[in-house]
């Protein structure tokens, strides 16, 4: 697929990397639509394809008591008032068969979970939705073995189809990004780095998973080092507040220099 098929999405001729990015989970209009406008700001300025992320659901959590979201419609309404007074497509994730008709009213692309791409009928009925499927690479699975769950998309009658490597998991509470897994797997769907999952440190004492913010610009350099087609990261005003995964997201501020950085890079590289 190429990526003039996603609604409203800018910039398809600019030559740059193409970036999903955003809150981790909505909480609210007020901090959806001030994160949305920010970055919009800075994607227009550098010219990168932009596609605003944000969960409408928080399914898998390690604790029960852990934020999971302000209500499927109200959040879904939200993500669909940021597309329309932005003219921007959107990315949410879904968790259950049910949640793909639902959030193809209201969204652009559904994502699927890492936890969940190995299930079949829920990545059948994301792709009988039309819309573009972001298959997230499982933390327990090779990049040859997403071949299949991208060929499941293929197979119910749907050709635009992503790939993206949110790392691997080594040991119990720590993730790595095997940059090898990125050419094989933009041998079967353009590929994306997940840059600030990569960079979690899951299941810790206290059941709030911990990350890596500081090594952000270093995964994301590699990324577009070894020719991504596009990033994926997880930005917020206030981290340290965030309801869901504060700990491994970009701080709002941070992010024009980080994306004006790797806009040189991907240049350099184009012209090697």
Request: charged share 20%.
């Amino acid at each position: 697929m190429t990526l003039n098929e996603v609604p409203k999405i800018k910039f398809t001729n600019s030559n740059n990397f193409f970036l999903l990015a955003g809150p981790c989970a909505i909480e609210g209009e007020d901090m959806a639509m001030r994160i949305a406008e920010k970055i919009i700001t800075i994607t227009d300025k550098l010219e990168i394809p932009f596609i605003f992320k944000g969960s409408f659901k928080k399914a898998n959590r390690s604790r029960i008591d852990s934020f999971t979201g302000i209500g499927d419609e109200k959040a879904l309404k939200i993500l669909q008032k940021v597309s329309n007074t932005f003219s921007v497509p959107t990315v949410t994730d879904i968790h259950e068969v049910s949640d793909a008709a639902m959030a193809a009213q209201y969204v652009d692309v559904l994502q699927i979970p890492a936890f969940l791409v190995r299930q079949t009928d829920l990545v059948v009925a994301a792709a009988k939705t039309g819309k573009v499927v972001n298959l997230k690479k499982g933390q327990f699975m090779s990049p040859e073995s997403m071949k299949h769950a991208a060929q499941k998309v293929l197979d119910a009658g749907n050709n635009k189809v992503w790939i993206t490597d949110r790392g691997t998991m080594f040991g119990y509470q720590d993730m790595i990004v095997d940059f090898r897994g990125i050419p094989t797997m933009r041998q079967y769907a353009p590929t994306i780095l997940d840059v600030t999952h990569s960079l979690q440190q899951p299941n810790q004492s206290a059941g709030v998973t911990g990350g890596r913010p500081d090594m952000i610009e270093t995964i994301a350099r590699a990324g577009i080092v070894n020719n991504v087609d596009g990033l994926f990261i997880e930005t917020h005003f206030d981290p340290a507040h965030a309801k869901s995964d504060g700990a491994n997201m970009l701080h709002l501020d941070n992010l024009e220099k980080l994306l004006s950085n790797l806009v040189a890079i991907r240049k350099t590289v184009q012209s090697l």
